[in-house]
């Protein structure tokens, strides 16, 4: 496939996501019930003159009567978007959605996009300012230099809320966090290095602007644009934003200036820096090549000349990513949370030396099984946080805050900190960051061959196109292939375009290898071959399970067409259990602040309370492998013996059997689930063990689990991941009847996850 065929590919996948099921990334969901006609009268008309009395004799009451508190203003011309130049400010409104998606999905704010159609920064400058206070703070985007600038500090200067571009100090910001840490890793103090920037717009010049204000002298940074080094007395092609910047230099080009220099800031075009010139520089070099998509130089072309370097870049497929994700999401949280009048340059260096400390950190499992093979330690790999940590949401914006109230700009002063660390981890969302964290994992490890084998389903085929187009595998459809190649016009993908392996069970020419592996298995359970080769012609899940077995693939999902007990008996035809290891259903509970695992969901029908302790083991184990620390509480709906009637007794026995087991994680019960997710219960049972409240849920029987985890989901608050099918010795996941093409997307994920990690042990 050539680039252009990629890139068209690419083009209609991304135009397709934007346009369905339904057009845009974002809505507006209302945060008050609206059931009844007290509550509309309440909400709007007559109920609500109150609220508009009460802001009309104090302003600031809007933060208490309305989500101007947690709102933030999403504003661009569209003068300058992505690298895509001057396309006018509509063409910039999916650029702004999709930075409002990012403020709720990393930080729970809630924005609206504006798109201001003028080039003129009066024109813009005027219409923000009688927009501006409806806001808790304005985040301007996709400006172009220099007027950006001027837009910004005036802005700044006429609204009572904070102003930030983030194209000038996002950037600024992650990499002084960088830079900090890179001189810790090199033993260097921060105002003695010499420091070479390269690239005059926004970012360049918010980045110098705040790494002056961290300690780099003046006098030992220089500053390159096009025409060379920002020297004083140049007059082509500068301007005041420049000048501030100029320095008494001999140098005159970017390679004079890098001989002997500790430090080289890109932020400008792919190819400026040479083997050459980082050969010149000092030793322990550090480079950051952040421009985008190609940085200035890579890791590769600097190592092959600097063993010594450290080298951070804008793209997360290396070491020491600059992404803007790690800074503004968090800065506008603390911001708003103290109703700060203005982002200053003391919250900037707050956040720059915050997101320095995190790195310093020990990095937590559910961000470090992100990166297989790569151990995240703080040094020269790791000088910046993950833009996936989950600390993030709450280590950041309290220094954000802190450095607001001490400068004097805090509305709303924080008097507990512990409290305000507390509340921002319930406001994390953790189903982004619980599948995020599984699909950099598998996309950082070696490629598995994952077999869809209900491949003629238009959904499956959407799945398996999708998945291979996400770098997530190698998929591989079950079926025939005509049925396959006319379904796949049917549903409007590009046959030419349609790559995916097909794999026709009656043709297959590894069937006599699969009928004798399965005869071997079922000849003494009333099986004859040609039993067996029937099945394998025929089942579907019997033929992928083989080539699961006999190594022909890494991982399967089924599901989409067959219940799924349905499944696993067949699949079990072909696979054992892992040795030692009890096969179960472990669902995930994805809500707001937690994510609770809920086993078993789908396999054992009414277990015993033996049973009840090795689903509790390989839950346990499960739910570890996944990153989290396993905190298992035994439910019944009788607390602690009361009452004890036949039912709550197994349960009991179970937490007995447990204790002479000698486990290494935290276990309790018999209780309901109130108490063991509810530490403000446990007043009345002081023995009780459980230190946290507990995140893996052992239910009585399948019903109970099945039906619990039914209700949450179909309520629609809490999401929800699964039936995980854990304890196979070889990674098979199944769907739900009729799932949609991303929820077979997110087993196949999970599938090949499964495989990722058991060729890493």
């Given at each position: ?17 934007h346009?369905y ?33 009460k ?13 101007k508190?947690?709102?933030?203003g999403v ?7 992505l ?5 006018g ?14 403020f ?5 704010l ?13 024109a813009?400058?005027?219409v923000?300012r009688?927009?501006?206070a ?13 007027d950006?600038?001027?837009i910004?500090?005036e802005l700044q ?5 904070p ?45 110098i602007?705040?790494?002056k ?18 020297y ?9 934003w ?5 320095t ?14 500790d ?6 075009a792919?190819?400026?820096l040479t ?9 322990n070099p550090?480079?950051?090549?952040m ?7 890579t890791?590769e072309?600097v ?5 010594d370097?450290?080298?951070a ?20 949280r ?17 956040a ?7 790195a ?9 099984i ?9 040094g020269?790999?790791?000088?910046i946080p993950?833009p996936?940590?989950p ?6 914006p309290p220094?954000?805050a802190?450095?607001?109230m ?36 598998v996309r ?5 061959r ?10 499956v085929i ?15 459809l079950?079926?025939?292939?005509e ?5 796949v016009?049917e549903?409007g ?6 790559s995916?392996e ?6 297959s ?5 699969y009928v ?7 000849q003494?359970d ?6 067996v080769?029937r099945l ?12 699961l ?8 999902v ?6 799924f ?11 054992d ?5 009890r ?8 809500a ?22 090795e689903?509790?083991?390989a839950a ?17 709906y009788?607390?602690?013996?009361h009452?004890?009637?036949d ?5 009991r ?13 935290e ?8 108490v ?8 009345n049972?002081p ?13 009585p ?5 099945a ?5 949450v ?5 809490v ?8 304890g ?10 009729g799932?949609?093409p ?15 990690r058991a060729?890493?042990l």
């Open positions: 496939m050539t680039i252009q065929e990629r890139r068209a590919r690419a083009d209609k996948e991304a135009l397709d996501f346009r099921p339904q057009p845009g990334k974002i809505a507006i969901a209302a945060t008050k019930p609206m059931a009844t006609q007290r509550d509309l009268s309440l909400a709007y008309s007559p109920g609500v003159a109150a609220p508009v009395r802001i009309a004799e104090n302003p600031d009451a809007a933060y208490d009567y309305t989500s508190g947690n709102l933030v504003i661009s011309n569209g003068t300058a978007i690298g895509l130049g001057n396309l400010s509509l063409a910039s409104k999916p650029v702004m959605e999709g930075k409002s998606v990012l709720k999905r990393f930080a729970d809630d924005s609206f996009d504006i798109e201001v159609a003028t080039a003129d920064a009066d813009f400058i005027e923000v009688h927009i501006g409806t806001f808790g703070g304005v985040n301007l985007e996709d400006i172009s230099s220099p950006c600038f001027r910004e500090a200067d006429l609204l009572d809320v102003v930030f571009h983030d194209d000038q100090h996002g950037t600024a910001i992650i990499c002084s966090a960088g830079l900090i840490n890179a001189c810790e890793v090199t033993g260097r103090r921060i105002e003695d290095v010499r420091l070479v920037l390269c690239g005059a717009g926004a970012a360049g010049l918010g980045s602007t705040l790494m204000a961290l300690g780099v002298r003046p006098e030992n940074t220089t500053l390159v644009d096009i025409d060379g080094v920002v004083r007395g140049r007059t082509v092609g500068m301007d005041q420049k000048s501030v910047h100029a008494e230099t001999a140098h005159r080009t970017l390679a004079e200036a890098l001989v002997g220099a430090v080289f800031i890109g932020v400008s792919k190819g400026v083997q050459a010139m980082v050969a010149s520089m000092a030793p550090v480079i950051f090549a421009a985008n998509p190609d940085p200035e130089i890791p072309e190592l092959e000349v600097r063993q370097a450290i080298v870049t804008g793209r997360s497929d290396y070491p020491n990513q600059v992404n803007n994700i790690l800074g503004f999401p968090y800065i506008f603390g911001a708003l949370d103290v109703q700060a009048r203005s982002i200053n340059h003391e919250m900037k260096v707050a720059a030396r915050a997101l320095a400390m995190l310093r950190e020990d990095v937590p499992d559910e961000v470090a992100a990166y297989q093979g790569r151990k995240l330690k703080f020269r790999d790791y000088i993950s996936f940590d600390r993030l949401i709450w280590y950041v220094f954000i802190e450095a607001a001490r400068t004097g700009v805090a509305r709303k002063p924080i008097a507990d900190m512990d409290a305000y660390r507390a509340q921002l981890r319930r406001r994390l969302e953790p189903s982004a960051g619980f599948l995020q964290t599984i699909t950099d994992a950082s490890g070696p490629q598995q994952v077999v869809f084998t209900e491949g003629e389903e238009p959904a959407r799945a398996a196109y999708a998945f291979g187009n996400q770098g997530l595998g190698i998929p591989v079950v079926g025939r292939e049925q396959i190649r006319a379904n016009l549903i993908l590009d046959p030419d375009e349609f995916v097909i794999v026709n069970a009656r043709l020419h590894r069937n006599r290898a004798d592996h399965l005869y071997g298995r079922l003494r009333g099986y004859l071959k040609r039993d080769q394998i012609n025929q089942d579907r899940n019997t033929f992928a399970g083989s080539m077995a006999l190594g022909d693939a890494d991982a399967m089924t599901g989409v067409t067959r219940a007990d349905q499944c696993v008996e067949e699949v079990s035809r072909v696979i259990p892992e040795p030692g290891d096969v179960i259903g472990l669902s995930a509970l994805l707001r602040g937690r994510t609770i695992f809920v086993a078993d969901t789908s396999v054992c029908e009414l277990p015993t309370s033996q049973d009840l302790v689903i509790a083991c346990a184990d499960a739910v570890r492998r996944l990153g989290h620390t396993p905190r298992v509480a035994f439910l019944s009788s607390t602690f013996g009452p004890l009637a039912q709550p007794r197994r349960v026995d179970a937490v007995e059997l447990m204790d002479g087991r000698g486990v290494d994680f276990y309790e019960g018999e209780m309901p689930p109130d063991a997710l509810d530490p403000s219960l446990w007043e049972y023995f009780q063990r459980l230190r946290e409240p507990a995140n893996v849920l052992i239910m029987a399948i019903h109970s689990a039906i619990s985890t039914k209700l989901q179909a309520l629609g608050e999401a929800v991941v699964g039936p995980i099918l854990v196979l010795s070889r990674s098979v996941q199944v769907c739900g009847l799932d949609s991303t929820r077979i997307i997110t087993m196949a994920t999970l599938a090949a996850f499964g495989a990722v060729a890493a």
